[in-house]
């Protein structure tokens, strides 16, 4: 056991207690930066939704529009010239390579491969983006594990947090231009006719599609995406800062919105040193709650009161963690849990602490795991225990424009998509504070 550094947003170096070699080589080889983006950078179309800004003037967009828009309008007419034009409106986007890396999934268990796969083509409402960078989920390792109850594709490209530029796109796409920054998030596609889709709980249609588990995902430079179900980035957002806000951003976003905490009241989060709980926190604090940080480890107990946590409980050290929450919301216990954790323990011990009346919400997905509640609590203090699974097409632009708007500054650390494996060893032991993020071009 050696010394290692943390490097957190700020770009502070900082010794902190002994942890393994394989830290210490990830975090030394990790380009770290917290940086949200600087006014300068801050352009004047706020989402470039106004096509007539001055971003979108420039010759270079303009040549771009009209080779799209010759496409699109040739594709109406469909003669076989015209269709070959319209299914890859390219003509003046950049060259598309046919081969790219990625870092791939060969079995269960196994460890990924950094190879060189085919560009994938996008279909008639698909968009193929260039991923630039990509957060590592808890999820992507259940992926690798394959320890939930549903089937995960093999081969498998994983990953579902990325942020690209779109690149090309398919004959029926056109509100999102080639140009456009774009994530791709867990929900890659849904049917869009089903009951749940038209009520806009599109993650629960029958037909979704599952970016890195059911369908390749971020974790390689070229990814596919639905035109409907890609989050539209604002330009002035970074790329890399941005990319954890696909998942864990949205999904606790959401999740704080299901526990129906108000202004001034207590959420304990349970995981609140991890990728979701980071987000969290800062989430949490944006909406004006108190928050009881749960997790464990000085590592965690720093960066969650860094990150705004008003209390940090540790549940390796401490001697009555139910007590310990209790009092640091003022004896009646938090009015809401975010239950953030990919360990049964915390979804066993909610009910204990919840306030009466109070709301725990489930996001979390540890394997084989079981919630637990006494029936007779659960009823006289009229507890709420309800599921919260990552969020709709509205609460992504929620979610993003909390990010743009400057409340969201997480620690994030960027390695290269040839890190992967690393990345998922130090996550296996639950050594990741924050989130990682992968640069595809190393
Ligand atoms: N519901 C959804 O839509 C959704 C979306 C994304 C991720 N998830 C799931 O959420 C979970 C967390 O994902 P992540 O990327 O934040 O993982 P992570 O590994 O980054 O963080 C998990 C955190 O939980 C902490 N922890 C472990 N045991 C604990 C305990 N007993 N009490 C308190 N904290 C404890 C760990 O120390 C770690 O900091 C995973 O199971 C993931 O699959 C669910
Ligand atoms: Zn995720
Ligand atoms: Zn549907």
Redesign the pocket.
């Known amino acids: 056991m050696v010394p290692t550094t943390t490097l957190l947003r700020t770009g502070a170096v900082r010794t902190l207690r002994p942890v393994s070699r394989s830290t210490v080589a990830l975090a030394r080889s990790a380009r770290v930066t917290g940086r949200q983006f600087s006014s300068s950078q801050r352009s004047l179309c706020a989402n470039c939704a106004n096509k007539s800004c001055a971003r979108h003037n420039n010759t270079s967009n303009r040549v771009r529009s009209s080779a799209s828009t010759i496409a699109n309008t040739a594709a109406v007419k469909g003669s076989n010239v015209a269709k070959a034009a319209a299914a890859y409106a390219t003509a003046a986007g950049p060259a598309i390579p046919t081969e790219q890396w990625a870092q791939v999934l060969e079995e269960k268990g196994g460890k990924v491969q950094y190879k060189k796969i085919p560009v994938p083509k996008p279909g008639p409402d698909e968009v193929l983006i260039n991923i630039k960078y990509s957060g590592v989920?808890?999820?992507d390792l259940?992926a690798v594990n394959g320890d939930w109850p549903l089937d995960v594709k093999l081969p498998l490209v994983g990953g579902h947090e990325g942020a690209g530029v779109v690149v090309a796109r398919g004959e029926l796409v056109h509100d999102v231009e080639i140009g456009d920054h774009v994530g791709i998030k867990?929900l890659n596609g849904s049917c869009m006719s089903c009951e749940q889709c038209r009520q806009s709980n599109e993650s629960l249609c029958a037909e979704a599609a599952l970016s890195g588990y059911t369908v390749d995902g971020s974790f390689q430079q070229y990814a596919i995406g639905k035109a409907a179900h890609v989050a539209r980035i604002p330009k002035e957002c970074d790329l890399a800062a941005v990319a954890p806000i696909l998942?864990?951003g949205l999904?606790v976003y959401k999740a704080l919105k299901s526990s129906g905490a108000r202004p001034g009241q207590y959420v304990t989060i349970?995981?609140a040193?991890?990728?979701?709980?980071s987000y969290a926190i800062q989430y949490a604090k944006a909406m004006g709650l108190h928050v009881i940080a749960?997790?464990?480890g000085d590592e965690?107990r720093e960066s969650c009161l860094k990150l705004g946590a008003d209390t940090f409980v540790d549940?390796k050290t401490s001697k009555d963690t139910v007590a310990e929450i209790r009092a640091a919301s003022g004896g009646a216990g938090p009015d809401a849990v975010l239950l953030?954790?990919?360990?049964e323990?915390?979804f066993q011990e909610a009910s204990q602490y919840v306030k009466s009346k109070g709301t725990i919400v489930c996001?979390?997905?540890?394997a084989n795991a079981f919630v637990k509640a006494p029936v007779f609590d659960t009823v006289v203090r009229e507890i709420n225990i309800k599921g919260?699974?990552?969020g709709n097409r509205q609460d992504t632009a929620e979610a993003l424009d909390f990010f743009r708007q400057g409340f969201i500054k997480a620690p994030y650390k960027i390695v290269g998509l040839t890190e992967l494996q690393k990345v998922y060893d130090l996550?296996q032991e639950?050594k990741?504070t924050g989130r990682y993020v992968v640069d595809t071009s190393k």
């Open positions: 989920c808890h999820t259940h867990w998942c864990a999904t349970a995981g040193g991890g990728g979701l709980g749960l997790d464990g965690k549940f953030l954790a990919a360990s323990k915390p996001v979390g997905l540890p919260s699974y990552v996550m639950g990741v």
